[in-house]
């Protein structure tokens, strides 16, 4: 991976870093250049069809990401740039949006945040189909029960403080 980074970056990364969590089998980490402008990787690996619904099983050489990330930029919603991909690798050098996270938001800035999120998903929410074929990814997938009960089954594996998943239990049993 570090010599595709190499001649796939303007401006070779020196440093990385993991970062924490993810989504699925993907995996992260920030690249960190000799300027100190930094970038994210992702390992895009694809989810075990064992445990994957239906539904959300795609082919191996299509990466959801990219093929969502194109599909609500052309309909005008912000996603991070994209600056390099390998398909076959399954590898994506994309735009670094920092590592705060809504939940780090306190008072005021957090209640923004959540207007500015909401005000996003209902952009998203108001892309019409269009005639084209095949139908992008996001026309063909549903979030129904089946994929809900996936992602109540990711968050439960997450490492989180006893608290909180006391607290949560109740509401994802």
Known sequence: ALEWLRDSSPTPPCSWEALRGGAGARG??????VLGTTRVFMWALPEDPAIVPPALRV??????????????????????QIYAFDIAKRWIVLEDLGSRHLADLQ???????????????ACVHRIEQTGET?????????????????????????????RMRARLEPWLA
């Open 28 to 33: 992260y980490w920030r690249l960190r250049d």
């Open 107 to 121: 008072g005021s800035e957090r209640v923004r945040a959540h207007e500015a999120a909401i005000d996003l998903l």
């Open 134 to 162: 095949p139908l992008p990814l996001p026309f063909h997938r549903s979030f129904d029960a089946e994929w809900i009960g996936f992602e109540i089954g990711l968050f439960q594996a997450l490492d989180l403080p006893g």
């Open 59 to 80: 082919s191996g050489d299509r990466i959801p990401f990219l093929e969502v990330a194109r599909f609500l930029g052309e309909h005008g919603v912000p996603v991070p």
